[in-house]
């Protein structure tokens, strides 16, 4: 049983350029979260998914990043035009269901923006 | 706003004695609350929770105490291994699953 799969585990975009997530969650969850770390603090939620839907994006920056799960294939985190600033470790988690289980979190993309 | 407090960035324990990582929040709307140890360049791994109900939650050399009048919840290992060795986060989490993030206290368990 696959755990979730987060691809691709480095990323290094110029300014400017687009980056993409994808986030494969485990078999049989239909709950997906972003998470990001920023250097040296922990982990800050982006928003949380269900398939083709987004349930709370409370931690999204308002401009330029956008997330979808859609009915087929994986999660996609994209962020346009990125900046120096967007450096992290993005994580993402999948749960079975919604409410008081954990989630069970992927190796992590770490972008790195030049 | 800071949610989730973990004030202590590091400890260091002898291997074969007792760890205890504190965490205290503000939420009172949390209904849950999860510990996740993370090693460098890999994901948070889950270690144990506990049901705002209760007041104690035990697996194996892991024990999660939680204060609700003081807002605060404890994760004691014991006996520490070196192996132990890592950040551990503790979080909060309500209805939806999202999870409020402590900043993390580095551990080092000494052989």
């Known amino acids: 049983n696959a755990g979730v799969m987060q691809n691709p585990r480095h990323l290094v975009r110029r300014r400017g350029q687009e980056a993409r997530l994808r986030c494969s969650p485990m078999?049989?969850?239909?709950?997906v979260y972003w998470y990001r770390q920023l250097p040296e603090e922990g982990l800050k939620f982006m928003v949380y998914?269900?398939?083709?839907?987004?349930?709370?994006e409370s931690g999204m920056p308002k401009e330029r990043f956008s997330a979808e799960f859609p009915k087929e294939g994986p999660s996609i985190l994209r962020i346009q035009q990125v900046v120096r600033g967007d450096s992290a470790a993005y994580f993402c988690?999948?749960?079975?269901?919604?409410?008081?289980?954990?989630?069970?979190f992927g190796q992590g993309t770490r972008l790195t923006v030049v | 706003d800071q949610q989730v407090k973990q004030n202590s960035p590091s400890l260091s324990v002898q291997e074969g004695r007792i760890s205890i990582l504190n965490c205290d929040y503000t939420?009172?709307?949390?209904?849950?609350f999860l510990w996740y140890k993370k090693y460098p360049a890999e994901g948070p791994t889950f270690l144990i929770s506990?049901?705002?109900?209760?007041d104690k939650n035990e697996d194996g050399r892991f024990t999660v105490f939680l204060n609700k009048s003081a807002k605060h919840l404890s994760l004691h290992i014991v006996p520490s291994q070196p192996g132990d060795s890592a950040v551990y986060f503790c979080?909060?989490?309500?209805?939806?699953?999202?999870?409020?993030f402590g900043q993390g206290t580095t551990l080092q368990v000494k052989p």
């Open positions: 078999k049989g969850h239909s709950h």
């Open positions: 979080a909060g989490s309500g209805n939806t699953g999202k999870l409020i």
């Open positions: 988690a999948s749960s079975p269901m919604t409410g008081n289980t954990e989630a069970f």
């Open positions: 939420n009172s709307m949390f209904d849950y």
């Open positions: 998914l269900q398939k083709e839907n987004i349930i709370d």
């Open positions: 506990i049901s705002s109900i209760k």
